[in-house]
């Protein structure tokens, strides 16, 4: 069964991640197929891009972390502080496929509005002087 693993780059101050996939993309993938790599991915997101590779055991992805390639690709990422993160499993937004179930409502999950016969009413009856005594009276 194959092993995936995730270098996630993010987006810099200066330059975007698609910049970084454009320059060191060839030579990681180069790396990773010449490493044993079985597939491979990469995934644009709005805040960087994220590389997916599957290896078929955890000491072919360790060779292939330890490569030139891609220990010179990790160095030169666009925000070198906390643009990168390398992890197991499929990267970004790899969650479930199937979004989360609404929760119930509160209550009935209503809300009293005005009758429309109580606004018809009022505009059904005329106000005069003799109503209003009527009314007052009543």
Avoid: C
């Amino acid at each position: 069964m194959a092993m995936w693993m995730s270098i996630e780059v993010f987006d810099g101050d200066f330059y975007p991640a698609s910049s970084w996939a454009d320059s060191f993309g060839d030579s990681v993938v180069e790396a990773a197929l010449s490493g044993g790599a079985t597939d491979w991915n990469w995934h644009p997101t709005s805040w960087g891009v994220v590389f997916e590779v599957a290896f078929e055991d955890e000491d072919a992805w360790e060779r292939f972390r330890a490569s030139l390639a891609v220990r010179v690709a990790l160095e030169s990422v666009p925000n070198p502080v906390n643009g990168v993160l390398v992890y197991k499993g499929r990267g970004g937004s790899a969650g479930t496929t199937k979004g989360r179930k609404p929760r119930p409502m509160i209550g009935s999950g209503s809300a009293s509005l005005p009758l429309p016969i109580e606004q018809d009413l009022l505009w059904a009856v005329p106000v005069t002087p003799a109503t209003v005594y009527a009314a007052a009276v009543g």
